[in-house]
């Protein structure tokens, strides 16, 4: 297994404020939202039953899954009905226009 590091997801500008982004980054779905300059990187499936949160909507920093609506906080990836269920949360940055995950 490829030890972790810092990967291009996409073009920084490509990532509008207040939108959902699915990317594949080394195979695996993830969710890029941005929310007040911030970049937000989560597994892009819902815990409850594996349905892909870029069909879901943003609700300040709630992200609602649009099948069962469960709700997580962007921020960390804790689903907001406990906290011993989070998503993957991965760190992001923007670089030179660029924005990567750490994964």
């Keep these: 297994m490829p030890e972790p ?4 997801a996409l073009n920084a500008e490509e990532l509008k404020e207040n ?12 969710l890029l939202i941005r929310k ?4 937000y990187a989560l597994s892009n499936k819902c815990k409850h039953m594996g349905c892909p949160l870029s069909a879901g909507s943003l609700e ?7 099948c069962h609506g469960w709700r997580y906080d962007i ?3 804790e689903y907001l009905g406990s906290r011993d269920i989070s998503l993957k949360a991965y760190e992001s940055k923007i ?3 660029k924005v990567f995950v750490y994964i």
């Excluded at 590091?5 to 291009?8: A, G, I």
């Excluded at 007040?36 to 970049?39: L, N, S, T």
């Excluded at 300040?60 to 649009?66: A, F």
């Design 5 to 8: 590091s810092w990967v291009f």
């Design 19 to 30: 939108t959902l982004k699915l990317v594949q980054i080394n195979d695996k779905p993830v």
């Design 36 to 39: 007040e300059g911030q970049i």
């Design 60 to 66: 300040d920093h709630t992200l609602r899954c649009s």
């Design 75 to 77: 921020k960390t990836g």
């Design 95 to 97: 670089e030179n226009g």
